[in-house]
């Protein structure tokens, strides 16, 4: 959700204030505009290349893709990075799925940088002390999690580029006003600079990806990782109130325990529109719950500075001191392990198994091509001859990424006597 400056902030900086009985020392001089300690953090670049190189580094638990999309000459891409461990105990049809968003914002850095190191822990690189190691493995063969560690590529740039307030994305959209559920309306103090919703719902090439992203993946939990302020939202964004139902009561439990067991009990935990002092519209996770049906559909507030300045915007929304850094990226990659589990036993003791068809999982984004004659010939027109096999089994391993057996079923049903009718065909033709 992000915080919307400056009136909103201070609205913020008071309500926290208020509720905490912490009474903040405020800037009356002018103070400097922190820069990006790149000691501390990665650049996107670098960020990006280190998770890549982790993905290589594990095939057989993590794979990606970068999905591509755009519009009226602007293009946005989306790294994607998958976690699925194979085990002969869980099929994958019975794993809990999880679709995990950081850095939809782009001065938020703070949340790319708690990707990073949750995916080495995923890919064992990296132990926490504070996790159990063989029931987080065994946990971890449980679930499917897709994480999307940097939603918006584009609007980071800019924040690295020296324009550290940016929150929207490359061309000025703010991704967090851009979905279906009540877009465009605007608040009595709407900011068009921070809140800019786009010219029509889904109108950015992000938020179409992340859309179909999550259409096709149809996961159990949902994230949204910001930073700005400390909290656990639930839905809704858009009106002062939770939804209705057990899955609400589910949400409100499970924040409240990852508040206590990992954030002292500190962070705010309730509805985005009834926490925050204003409402959200056209919000991810509104969208997320309400039409995706995502049964726990969460956002995150990771960390925020009340008392930095409001025009310096990097300190407000990211830590710059070492420790503070390590202990928020810490806290929150545990954190994130304690929602899985939570997530799990609750979905599973409430009996809300999986239920969704296996080949629902991938066939999402631009880069899936469906069109058989295309994977059949080259672009020049010539057979795919001795890339044909390969072609084949890439396309089916799309659609069943994760099942070896499958594949091979699949594969040899799909060399059919049709397909080797055209290909002898082309040869003779040829
Ligand atoms: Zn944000």
């Known amino acids: ?124 690189e990296r132990n926490m002390q504070r996790a159990d190691l063989m029931s987080l493995h065994k946990l971890l063969d449980n679930l499917v999690i897709k994480m999307v560690p940097m939603e918006n590529l584009n609007g980071r740039k800019l924040v690295e580029a020296a324009d550290l307030c940016e929150r929207r994305n490359g061309r000025g959209v703010d991704l967090n006003r851009n979905w279906g ?19 029509a719902p889904f ?31 639930t839905p809704y964004d858009h009106k002062n109130k939770t939804p209705e139902g057990s899955m609400s009561n589910l949400m409100d439990f499970i924040l409240r325990e990852v508040n206590h067991l990992h954030f002292e009990d500190k962070c705010l935990v309730g509805s985005g529109g009834g926490l925050v002092g204003y409402l959200a519209h056209g919000t991810t996770t509104d969208y997320m719950y309400d039409v995706v049906k995502v049964p726990l559909a969460f956002t ?35 954190a994130f392990l304690t929602l899985f589990k939570l997530g799990f036993l ?39 001859f001795y890339e044909l096999p390969l072609a084949l089994i890439r396309k089916h391993n799309r659609i069943f990424p994760h099942s070896q057996k499958i594949n091979l079923f699949m594969f040899i049903w799909s060399i059919n006597y049709k397909e080797i009718l055209v290909i002898l065909l082309k040869i003779i033709e040829g």
Request: glycine residues 6%; negative net charge; charged residues 25%.
């Open 203 to 233: 109108s950015e090439p992000e938020a179409q990806i992340m859309r179909q992203l999550a259409k096709s993946f149809e996961p159990h939990i949902w994230a949204n990782v910001h930073s700005g302020m400390e909290a656990l939202f």
């Open 346 to 384: 609750q979905l599973r003791d409430n009996h809300f198994a999986p239920s969704a068809d296996l080949r629902k999982w991938v066939p999402f984004g631009g880069l899936v091509d469906n069109d058989f004659s295309k994977i059949l010939f080259r672009e020049d027109g010539k057979l795919r």
């Open 300 to 334: 995150f507030e990771i960390y925020g500075d009340s008392e930095a300045s409001s025009k310096d915007c990097f300190k407000m929304f990211n830590p710059v001191d070492k420790l503070v850094f390590n202990k928020t990226v810490d806290n929150w990659t545990v």
């Open 1 to 124: 959700m992000g915080v919307v400056l400056p009136l909103r902030f201070l609205f913020v900086v008071v309500f926290v204030e208020v509720l905490t009985g912490f009474h903040g020392v405020g800037c009356s001089s002018q103070p400097p505009m922190t820069p990006i300690p790149f000691d501390l953090y990665h650049s996107s670049a670098a960020l990006l290349k280190e998770i890549k190189a982790t993905v290589v580094r594990h095939p057989d638990t993590l794979t990606m893709e970068t999905i591509k999309a755009g519009n009226k000459g602007y293009a946005a891409e989306v790294l994607v990075v998958t976690y699925n461990r194979q085990t002969e105990d869980v099929d994958d049809q019975s794993k809990l799925r999880v679709l995990l968003s950081f850095g939809q914002h782009g001065r938020e850095l703070i949340t790319s940088e708690v990707a990073l190191q949750l995916l080495s822990v995923l890919a064992k």
């Open 181 to 199: 559920v009540d877009w465009g309306k605007k608040e009595k103090d709407y900011d068009p600079y921070e809140e800019n919703p786009g010219t």
